[in-house]
């Protein structure tokens, strides 16, 4: 079964803190994606990738910076935890004979 | 940048009933999919819509392609509590999807 795997469920940092998630996908997939959803506002996209060491901005990059050194792995990092930066981050992948993203189940994460 | 607005955002209806959630663009767009995502999970994708007019059932589920390409709609027969869920649709190319805010659906026994 294919899989994204997001590396914790749930985390509670402090303002001010640098924070990595962490993304891993066993499909071989050239593209990975970092959103956030909030209520009311849906799926926004921070940041994507379509290869190995390339990176593009999404619509909300600012605060955010990623990180693909392997395909297989993308992380997203906040450069300095913000209260407004408490969400529930998603992960998804996307290959080239897919016809959608496989996302991962999701970090939710609290800035106190 | 294009506009994804899906009616509508709160739904809760009897187990049993049928139902429908719309999904409409401001632009035409060459593909769009829906997505279900259950309470503390990711989004799953449900299906892919590429041509004007088309109609693809996955069980109960039956998601229609407006003719102009602009609106899509997903329609439930007879709704099961598992049919409870956040339902998303995101139109795009390969790579950036945009998602609409969803509706969330909830079905009582």
């Known amino acids: 079964d294919v899989k994204v795997t997001q590396s914790s469920r749930y985390l509670v940092k402090r303002t001010g803190e640098k924070v990595f998630l962490e993304c891993v996908q066993d499909m071989d997939h050239e593209n990975m994606f970092w959103y956030r959803q909030d209520p009311g506002l849906g799926l926004r996209l921070i940041y994507f990738s379509y290869d190995v060491k390339m990176k593009e901005k999404g619509d909300i990059p600012e605060g955010y910076s990623v990180s693909r050194e392997k395909k297989e792995r993308f992380s997203l990092i906040l450069e300095s935890a913000s209260t407004n930066q408490t969400s529930m981050y998603l992960c998804a992948s996307w290959g080239q004979n897919n016809y959608g993203y496989t996302f991962g189940s999701g970090t939710r994460l609290t800035v106190v | 940048t294009q506009l994804l607005e899906q009616s509508p955002q709160f739904l809760s209806i009897q187990e049993g009933e049928n139902l429908t959630v719309y999904c409409n663009s401001s632009?035409?767009?060459?593909?769009l999919q829906w997505y279900r995502q259950e309470p503390g999970e990711g989004p799953v994708l449900l299906v892919t819509v590429v041509t004007g007019g088309e109609v693809k059932k996955l069980k109960r589920l039956t998601f229609q392609f407006g003719d102009a390409r602009k609106d899509s709609s997903l329609h439930i027969t007879a709704a099961q509590p598992g049919d409870t869920g956040l339902y998303l649709c995101?139109?795009?190319?390969?790579?950036?999807?945009?998602f609409g805010t969803g509706t969330r659906l909830t079905i009582i026994p």
């Open positions: 995101a139109l795009g190319g390969n790579e950036k999807l945009t």
């Open positions: 632009s035409v767009f060459s593909s």
